[in-house]
Nanobody, 127 residues
Framework: QVRLEESGGGLVQAGGSLRLSCTVS????????IGWFRQAPGKGREFVAA????????EYADFVKGRFRISRDGAKMTVYLQMNTLGPEDTAIYYC????????????????????WGQGTQVTVSS
């Protein structure tokens, strides 16, 4: 059974950077499209970025374009979310998610399109 573990969250000042990691275990890494979502206090879970199972097709939420970058390392079975120019509005719990697919171009952007979720990692940006 596939499992996801996030790491890399923490406290950072506005304008700073963090790199989140999502490590996949228990199944074949290349089968899965991977997404990142976030949830701030009192708000719903929102899409941040996603990457296809192969060939590196990506999608980003408008509010992170140009600041965040998603990538994957097959050898390490890990997906990264590099976050730059962070602001207080980026404070949230960040979750990674996975869905198995045969479509190498599939980059889902809705929570309901994912089957497996990690426990989340807290990102706090101070002003």
């Amino acid at each position: 059974q596939v499992r996801l573990e996030e790491s890399g969250g923490g406290l950072v000042q506005a304008g700073g950077s963090l790199r989140l990691s999502c490590t996949v275990s228990g199944s074949t890494f290349s089968r899965y499209a991977i997404g990142w979502f976030r949830q701030a206090p009192g708000k719903g879970r929102e899409f941040v970025a996603a990457i296809s199972r192969s060939d590196g097709w990506t999608e980003y939420a408008d509010f992170v374009k140009g600041r965040f970058r998603i990538s994957r390392d097959g050898a390490k079975m890990t997906v990264y979310l590099q976050m730059n120019t962070l602001g207080p509005e980026d404070t949230a719990i960040y979750y990674c998610s996975a869905t198995a697919t045969n479509n190498k171009y599939y980059v889902p952007q809705r929570p309901g399109q994912y089957d497996v979720w990690g426990q989340g990692t807290q990102v706090t940006v101070s002003s």
